[in-house]
């Protein structure tokens, strides 16, 4: 059982907390992060999820995940990078981007969410990372122009927000030319 805050439309808490299959279940609001990790080449780390997943299996995108009940989005960042690729970074290795709030429903589930993004610079390489095999299957970095490429073309390999990946993709290049 992975307990989550519920929140209201608004993002606040509820004090409420519940089980998130019931949450995407009743389509409940709750909190996420996600976090683009950009080497010295200026590419971005994708990762394809596990075949097990319910949500989104076998499709390429960022390192994320919920924010548990009691976590604060910080928190809950640096134990997702812990967990899905096996590395420790400090908060403050960590820009925060945007958070944005992201409803979502498909023909599974109803995952209405604020999800808080970050970027991370760093100079691993691919073997530098260890990945949870229940979470995911392949790592790999693209350029931010291949991102750019699947969000608007809609590649269905990819699990992106896609508008709120279009507003992070604008604000990387506009921090890429200052």
């Known amino acids: 059982m992975e307990l989550l805050d519920v929140l209201d439309e608004e993002g606040n808490l509820t004090g409420k907390k519940e089980d998130k299959d019931i949450i995407h279940e009743k389509g409940l609001w709750h909190r996420e992060v996600c976090v ?47 967990e899905e690729l096996g590395i420790e970074v400090a908060i403050e ?5 945007a958070t944005f709030k992201q409803p979502f429903e498909s023909e599974t589930t109803t995952n209405n969410n604020y999800t808080k993004y970050y970027l991370y610079s760093t100079n691993r390489k691919i073997e530098d990372y260890t990945i949870c095999l229940e979470e995911l299957s392949k790592l790999k970095y693209i350029t931010l122009e291949e991102m750019e490429e699947a969000v608007e073309t809609k590649d269905e390999r990819c699990s992106y927000a896609r508008e709120q990946m279009k507003e992070i993709i604008k604000r990387l290049k506009e921090e890429e030319i200052l």
Not at 40 to 63: D, F
Not at 93 to 97: I, T, V
């Open 93 to 97: 290795e960590l820009k925060p981007l």
């Open 36 to 82: 683009l990790i950009r080497n010295e080449k200026g590419e971005y780390l994708i990762q394809k999820r596990a075949a097990t997943k319910k949500q989104a299996p076998n499709k390429w995108g960022m390192t994320a995940g919920h924010v548990d009940a009691g976590e604060t989005f910080d928190e809950a960042i640096v134990r997702e990078i812990k």
